[in-house]
């Protein structure tokens, strides 16, 4: 007979390297404390997605489809802890592997000062990192190979349509 497993048992995969689980978050957690960080998910900052889809800024300050590797990319280049993780956004759609992903980022100190006095709040700090990812190297040279795949979608449709009956 096999015995039981209990709950402290390790269990096959677990063994990931990475920082430890995060535990419940209560009120008396340091601004250190990774509970504490801020999240931020792509979706707050995509300019395709409606402010109902999630999308957190005005599309003016927003970027089309942010990756989590560029918004950790914006916020290594100004100094900030953060830390990424796997998880997807509740109100996302589609459950492609590049789709998911948020970003924690400590905005303050344990005496409750801001780290960077310039990004003192999370909607400061999305502002930044919207109106810096297009100016990343990614972005400069995706921009053209981008184009002509759009054209020929869009040209599609329209062959087909004088064939429906």
């Not at 995509?46 to 990756?67: A, I, M, W």
């Not at 919207?130 to 062959?159: D, F, H, N, Y």
């Amino acid at each position: 007979m096999a015995a039981p497993q209990h709950a402290h048992c390790a269990h096959p995969g677990t063994s990931r390297a990475g920082p430890p689980p995060l535990a419940p978050w209560t009120p008396d957690k340091k601004h250190s404390d990774r509970e504490r960080w801020v999240c931020i998910y792509p979706t707050y900052i995509n300019r395709k997605k409606t402010r109902q889809e999630g999308r957190r800024l005005p599309k003016e300050n927003c970027v089309d489809d942010p990756s989590i590797q560029e918004i950790r990319d914006v916020l290594q280049s100004i100094n900030m802890n953060l830390l990424l993780e796997l998880k997807q956004y509740p109100r996302e759609r589609s459950r492609e592997l590049q789709h998911r992903g948020r970003v924690r980022v400590q905005l303050r100190d344990d005496s409750g000062h801001p780290l960077n006095p310039e990004y003192p709040t999370r909607d400061s700090l999305l502002v930044h990192v919207g109106k810096t990812i297009p100016m990343l190297k990614s972005r400069q040279t995706k921009a053209p190979e981008q184009a002509p795949v759009a054209a020929t979608t869009s040209a599609g449709p329209k062959k087909g349509k004088g064939k429906r009956r």
